[in-house]
């Protein structure tokens, strides 16, 4: 009797319900009236202020799914989408919070009990894990944690390890709410390792291959991260923690995959209909890869631009564009060179719109930016990718192996291609990108159209102050040239 998406969705709210809890909505994914953060990453964002001293909670216990966003800032997953089964861009954070009443014990026994009795996976195949200190924000081992482990579930000792800040030590983002945390991870056994023979691989928990996937991380809020670094106690304890909806499907359907189950399959299936080719799950295949990246991204533009981004050339609206043009090129390995990523939103509508009525409610608009932005990109795509292939070829014959900025910044201007587009597509030919020139013809850009804007202010006799600084100090500006350039390279 294996359970469905939505079951599983259910019964993790039910299960808190019971326990004294109120199911809190999803917050928006994106984050209205919060300047750090481009989109919702964790389901605690929307509590935040509670957590800090700024708000006073409504309810002392929370639950709910919280939709997700994982494509820009600390938390940023694109790179791994289609190339692994289980991080996405968009995903489901279940999720279950203590704003000053439990702490550790119930955090703990409430999710061994969830995961091994209700919903009755092994429990020998299940690993904890505790913060171990850190030296330079002179923060301690959590001991307390480690006992209650093995105080509170029958888990052996040795199936409980310490690790550093990296895993241990949850923060939404530079500041904000954030504290040492205890992880649990699903050992799916030899078989799923997909490094199997990799000189110096060994399997493990937080290591770099698909047999131990991390589940759910409970986070023990005890600090406030200041703008100068710092790290302030704070005087009320709480809990948040977050357990990927996705990946706790995969497990209970059986499947191998995150795209296996229910909640993506639909998506693949309808992609498949229109291009005519079958989807065979292997990793790193590429016409697999193309389906699970399509699959993926256009779960992400449905409940963005639902919640109210719009394409554009900046900031959150140059993420959504990125995802867009990233998802019809993929488009494009599959034969699909008419837009259709707008066909597959009732697909997403159909198996999500119970659970997150909004976008049931802005399907058609969806429906028409989506099939807007993919016709107006669509008219330069293929002629890009000849430039591109010209510029690749060249490329191939030189020492260094790299497409020179020029190239990748014609593309950019002319033909609308991101530039972690480019750099996605000569990696895929084993080329790298000259970001460095790059971003020097971006800046003169820049320099121009600002110029240009002045000369055209002067004549209208305006101040400095009076002239419009929107266009060429966009908000995000600097999210997005340092993600581009810095952290998807
Ligand atoms: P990982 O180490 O696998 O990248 P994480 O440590 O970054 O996960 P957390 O920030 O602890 O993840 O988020 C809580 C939970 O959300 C994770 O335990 C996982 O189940 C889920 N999760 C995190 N990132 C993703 C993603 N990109 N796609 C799907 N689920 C995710
Ligand atoms: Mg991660
Ligand atoms: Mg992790
Ligand atoms: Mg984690």
């Known amino acids: 009797n294996v359970l469905t998406a939505r079951e599983i969705r259910k019964s993790f709210i039910d299960f808190f319900l019971e326990r004294g809890h109120t199911f809190v909505p999803s917050s928006p994914i994106v ?17 935040k202020d509670i957590f800090v001293g700024l708000t006073a909670p409504q309810w002392p216990r929370a639950a709910n799914s919280q939709k997700c966003l994982r494509v820009s800032g600390k938390h940023n997953d694109l790179e791994e989408v289609g190339k692994d089964t289980y991080h996405h861009t968009f995903f489901e954070m279940l999720g279950n919070w203590s704003f000053g009443d439990y702490f550790k014990a119930e955090a703990i026994a409430w999710a061994w009990e969830l995961l091994t009795k209700v919903w009755q996976i092994n429990p020998d ?12 924000d002179g923060l301690p081992k959590d001991e307390e944690a480690a006992r209650l482990w093995t105080k509170v579930t029958p888990i052996p000792p040795e199936r409980v390890l310490g690790f550093g800040k990296k895993d241990n030590f949850w923060e939404m983002g530079d500041t904000g709410p954030c504290g040492p945390c205890s992880e649990i991870h699903i050992d799916l056994g030899p078989d799923a390792c997909n490094m199997k023979g990799v000189p110096g691989h060994t399997c493990g928990v937080n290591g770099d291959c698909a047999r131990f996937i991390e589940l759910w991380n409970l986070v023990f809020i005890q600090y406030n991260r200041q703008p100068s ?15 990927g909806l996705e990946r706790i499907v995969a497990v209970l359907q059986n499947k191998r995959s995150n795209y296996d189950t229910d909640l993506f399959m639909p998506i693949i299936e309808r992609t498949s209909e ?26 992400t533009l449905v409940f963005a631009i639902t919640d109210g981004a719009t394409p554009s050339n900046d900031g959150r609206g140059y993420v959504i564009r990125r995802i867009l043009r990233r998802a019809s090129r993929f488009g494009r390995e599959l034969d699909l060179h008419e837009p259709f990523l707008h066909k597959l939103v009732p697909v997403v509508v159909d198996m999500l719109g119970e659970a997150f009525p909004e976008i049931a409610e802005r399907a058609q608009h969806v ?40 190239d990748a910044f014609q593309l950019y201007d002319t033909y609308g291609f991101p530039l972690d587009l480019t750099q996605l597509m000569a990696q895929e030919r084993g080329l790298a990108v000259d970001t460095g020139r790059f971003a020097q013809l971006m800046d003169e850009q820049r320099q121009r159209a600002r110029a240009a804007k002045k000369s055209d202010a002067l004549l209208a006799n305006l101040t400095d102050s009076e002239l419009p600084t929107t266009d060429d100090q966009p908000k995000y500006e600097v999210d997005r040239c340092e993600s581009t350039l810095l952290g998807w390279i």
């Open 31 to 47: 984050p209205h009236g919060d300047e750090t953060l481009l989109f919702t990453n964790a389901g605690m964002n929307q509590f």
């Open 125 to 136: 195949q299940l690993w904890a894990s505790v913060f171990a200190g850190d030296e330079k």
């Open 229 to 243: 670094g710092n790290l302030v106690p704070l005087a009320a304890h709480g809990v948040d923690t977050g357990a």
């Open 274 to 299: 229109l291009c005519g080719h079958t989807y065979t799950a292997r990793l790193g295949n590429k016409t697999d890869n193309a389906f699970r990246v399509i699959a993926d991204h256009i779960r």
């Open 367 to 406: 429906t028409t930016v989506v099939e807007a932005e993919e016709a107006s990109f669509g008219r330069t795509l293929d002629r890009g990718l000849d430039i591109f292939r010209g510029a690749a070829d060249r490329a191939a014959t030189t020492p260094d192996k790299t497409i020179p900025g020029d």
